[in-house]
């Protein structure tokens, strides 16, 4: 189909951390995608990235129902 999609929720761990921030980020770095970030990122809440055969779009995030709740 020509695109990919790169999701993440949290983590603790710095250095996944580290490579999920460098894959957030645009080529220039200027989107503010740090390592904290990641680690910070509100429960149920994932970060999204999506390349298209022309370009990469921007990261946004995404709320997550707590689905064990629902119930």
Not at 29 to 55: C, F, H, K, M, S
Request: no cysteine.
């Amino acid at each position: 189909m020509g695109y990919s999609t790169f999701i993440s929720y949290n983590t603790t761990n710095a250095d996944i951390a580290r490579m999920i921030a460098d894959r957030l980020t645009d080529d220039e770095g200027e989107d503010g995608w740090r390592p904290g970030t990641i680690v910070n990122l509100p429960r149920y809440t994932a970060a999204v990235r999506t390349r298209t055969v022309r370009q990469i779009q921007p990261t946004f995030l995404v709320h997550i129902h707590d689905f064990e709740r629902m119930g």
